[in-house]
């Protein structure tokens, strides 16, 4: 026969368990509604296929994790919130702002909006709490992509083309020459080039010559992006022209070896960086000088692909 003192043991031993309560359910209702909640930052989400992820990472002092994303011309914010309550993210560029709500324990999309023209980024803020860095768009981009009816012509130091519209710089880089329709060694009088300062192609110099109107605002250290019209190309002879430059020479890396109607290494060349970003080819011609495209990658496609 047990003892009373034994009885008593066995009974607090069976009712005992952790001083906070059995389980966490327990634990919500013995602390009530106005306990303290855990919340972490989710890992940032992704981009949408294609385009090219600037930045990704938590908005400082937040839980609100962003990727920052670059089309052509244009950046997005794809946002993941931790928190129980709803956040705001706003995209500004400088002049405009988009602003998108992302619901507790969710993600979002904001809408598109122009980068920055001066210098191509935008800012991201979740509340009064910002990104440590403007993200810069460096997507490379179709030059020719607004060109309603664009009709590719002969390859030779470049690659030329027809019909109007708008052309934009490739991708991130700096003006180096700007000569509006007063260049004398070229028909219809323009040639500038820039210098791209990101991505596969970064260092490389590409020119734009002949039947075009350049932009009066820029000129020689403007910064450019894909998001920045250069000119616009006129629908009469002479075509324009577009290939691999010279930095600051105010000539075309071919200049020294070319013969008039000849397809060079470097005109193919360049050529086959704009089918990979989506414009049509030129029309291969007869070949024979210039053969030589040294210093210059050859499978472009991969290294666009790797980079956006």
Not at 179 to 184: A, E, G, H, I, Q
Not at 232 to 248: D, K
Not at 254 to 272: M, P, Q, R, V
Request: aromatic fraction near 8%.
């Amino acid at each position: 026969m047990r003892s009373a003192l034994a009885a008593a043991f066995f009974l607090f031993a069976c009712s005992s368990g952790d001083a906070n309560g059995p389980d966490a359910a327990t634990d919500a209702a013995i602390d009530g509604p106005d306990a303290a909640v855990d919340v972490v930052a989710p890992s940032a989400p992704a981009c949408n296929a294609g385009d090219r992820n600037e930045w990704s990472g938590t908005i400082p002092n937040t839980v609100v994790a962003v990727a920052v994303c670059s089309t052509c011309g244009e950046s997005y914010v794809v946002a993941a919130n931790g928190d129980v309550n709803p956040a705001d993210v706003t995209v500004d560029n400088g002049t405009s702002a988009i602003k998108t709500t992302v619901p507790a324990g969710g993600t979002a999309t904001s809408a598109n909006i122009a980068d920055n023209p001066s210098d191509g980024t935008v800012s991201v803020c979740a509340g009064s709490d910002c990104l440590p860095v403007s993200p810069a768009n460096q997507q490379y981009c179709d030059p020719f992509r607004d060109v309603k009816d664009l009709v590719p012509e002969r390859i030779d130091q470049g690659v030329d083309y027809s019909c109007s519209g708008p052309i934009y710089a490739m991708g991130p880089g700096v003006i180096d020459v700007f000569r509006n329709r007063d260049d004398s060694g070229w028909p219809g009088g323009t040639f500038m080039s820039y210098k791209l300062t990101a991505g596969p192609a970064s260092g490389k110099t590409i020119y734009l010559a002949e039947n075009i109107d350049l932009v009066t605002s820029l000129h020689s250290g403007s910064y450019v992006f894909s998001g920045t019209v250069l000119g616009t190309q006129v629908n009469a002879s002479p075509e324009s022209e577009i290939g691999w430059g010279v930095p600051g020479a105010g000539y075309t890396a071919e200049y020294s070896c070319y013969t008039e109607g000849c397809d060079t290494a470097l005109g193919d060349n360049f050529n086959a960086l704009l089918v990979c970003l989506k414009a049509p080819s030129g029309v291969p011609g007869p070949s024979g000088c210039c053969t030589d495209a040294g210093g210059y990658p050859t499978d472009w496609c991969t290294l666009v692909d790797g980079w956006q």
